[in-house]
């Protein structure tokens, strides 16, 4: 429902992770730094101010690996 707190939980591994970048498909980002980190798991919470199908996206870098990333579609009545 358009309004609504949606939550998404990211988990990654790596050898140096420095961060995540969530992209929400409406214009709406959220960073979070790991810090070097070898394992994540991180919460994010967006709440979509209209009804739509979005496509979220996570990005993940790892200083040695490079970047990975996820996406999902959600669907918001």
């Known amino acids: 429902m358009a309004g609504a707190q949606v939550t998404f939980t990211v988990s990654a591994a790596g050898n140096n992770l ?3 970048v969530m992209e929400y498909g409406d214009a709406g980002t959220d960073l979070y730094a790991t810090g ?3 394992t994540a ?3 994010f919470r967006h709440a979509y101010d209209s009804a739509g199908t979005f496509t ?3 990005i993940v870098t790892d200083a040695t690996a490079g970047e990975s990333e996820a996406t999902t579609s959600i669907v918001v009545n």
């Open 41 to 43: 798991r991180v919460t």
């Open 56 to 58: 979220v996206r996570a």
């Open 36 to 38: 070097g980190a070898r």
């Open 18 to 20: 420095v961060g995540v």
